[in-house]
């Protein structure tokens, strides 16, 4: 029987937990984008719900991002891959030297927006994206880090099969795990004995600003029993987030809540196991050997 056609198991038993355990990974995305992200992403794990962070290496506060974790060994932490800027002023490129991967930037010459993610996509070249993938990975590796994970920015599963695919591989050799949420990648991976989410992945910016702590508390109350994974996006509602983000709301009301004695109550109250991305990460290996 091979592994593609073993049989399946929720994901949440695949990390060692019973079958009627409710658990709940929270990891806070963008890590490394500007200061006031980073201190928020700190103190929502640090004092927080939160228990891991994902690292935008080509970001400007990357260095300070990766002194902070360098502080906090404890902190499980991914790499956040980066083929996409979605600010206007503030701007960020790619590791490697532009004329290295041209597919990757759009006419002027820079990471393409949000906006413009079906051209990308349609663009990129694999050779060009692992280079750049790996670029992202070595910088932090290099440095003596561990990083546990690999996930996305912008681009759910990567966006493509072929980058989903080769970011997989990436995963193998450098004995990490990969946040996976859409199907049928997500069946196919629990197949062979990798941890992915057993429900509905959640992104924070898809939540609407009004009643948005209601909307928390409730998401925590109802929670089923499986892994659940909530991709959160804290930040600081001071001048700098206003001058640079249009998202900075999002994030001002995804740190009130994941610092708040409400949400500490509710998880308590609930059971709810909160795990991070070490654990997974554990079992990824294990199962790639």
């Not at 079958?19 to 806070?28: A, E, F, I």
């Not at 962070?53 to 506060?61: G, H, T, Y």
């Not at 600010?87 to 010459?109: F, I, K």
């Not at 990471?111 to 051209?119: C, M, Q, R, V, Y």
Request: overall charge negative.
């Amino acid at each position: 029987m091979t592994a593609d056609t073993a049989p399946t198991t929720v994901s949440s038993e695949l990390l060692g937990f019973a079958p009627d355990t409710r658990v709940l990974l929270v990891n806070c995305d963008d890590f490394g984008m500007y200061h006031a992200v980073n201190s928020a992403v700190i103190a929502s794990i640090e004092g927080g719900i939160a228990a891991s962070c994902s690292l935008m290496v080509p970001c400007p506060w990357a260095l300070h991002g990766m002194r902070l974790l360098r502080e906090r060994p404890e902190i499980p932490f991914g790499i956040h891959l980066t083929l996409v800027c979605d600010t206007t002023d503030y701007r960020w490129g790619p590791l490697s030297a532009r004329d290295r991967v041209p597919s990757l930037l759009d006419d002027a010459g820079e990471l393409f927006t949000p906006a413009g993610i079906p051209e990308l996509l349609g663009r990129a070249r694999p050779e060009e994206v692992e280079r750049e993938f790996r670029a992202q990975i070595d910088a932090v590796v290099d440095t003596g880090l561990r990083p546990t994970h690999l996930d996305w920015h912008c681009l759910a599963d990567g966006g493509r099969e072929d980058i989903l695919d080769l970011t997989v591989a990436l995963a193998g050799e450098y004995g990490l795990a990969v946040r996976i949420w859409l199907p049928p990648a997500r069946e196919r991976m629990l197949r062979r004995g990798r941890p992915v989410t057993d429900h509905a992945f959640l992104d924070s910016f898809a939540l609407d600003l009004d009643g948005k702590a209601d909307r928390w508390a409730g998401m925590l109350r109802s929670l089923p029993a499986g892994l659940s994974e909530w991709a959160v996006h804290p930040g600081l509602d001071d001048a700098e987030s206003r001058a640079i983000d249009g998202g900075w709301r999002v994030r001002s009301t995804d740190h009130a809540f994941l610092t708040s004695p409400e949400a500490h109550a509710i998880v308590r109250q609930e059971g709810i196991v909160l795990t991070d991305y070490r654990r997974v990460q554990q079992v990824w290996a294990a199962a790639g050997r």
